[in-house]
């Protein structure tokens, strides 16, 4: 007689509780949960200084470093860029807590 698919995956998994020490293989979500503020907008270029040189960044690095930041507004009519200094709150990397500069 063949044993159902279910039974067989709960069969697997009791086998690897046991030889691993974990609970669970699929147990509830863990770690990254929370919705990251972003109080700037996220689609311009975001630059941070670094030795006296601007470098573009990810949204994620610009929120949670603790410098000098500038955000790229638009453009002139040369096409050269238009820069806004940055001067929002400094975030840890991927939480919501302020850090105080």
């Known amino acids: 007689m063949q044993v159902p698919h279910s039974t067989q995956y709960y069969e697997r998994l009791d086998s690897y509780e046991k030889r691993t020490g974990f609970e669970s293989v699929m147990g509830e979500k863990k770690g990254l949960t929370v919705k990251l503020i972003y109080p700037f907008p996220v689609q311009k270029c975001l630059e941070i200084e670094l030795n006296g040189v601007w470098y573009r960044v990810t949204a994620g690095e610009f929120r949670s470093y603790n ?35």
């Open 67 to 101: 410098g000098r930041r500038r955000i790229t507004i638009d453009y002139d009519e040369n096409r050269n860029p238009i820069y806004e200094e940055y001067f929002g709150p400094v975030y840890k990397e991927r939480t919501n807590y302020v850090i105080n500069k």
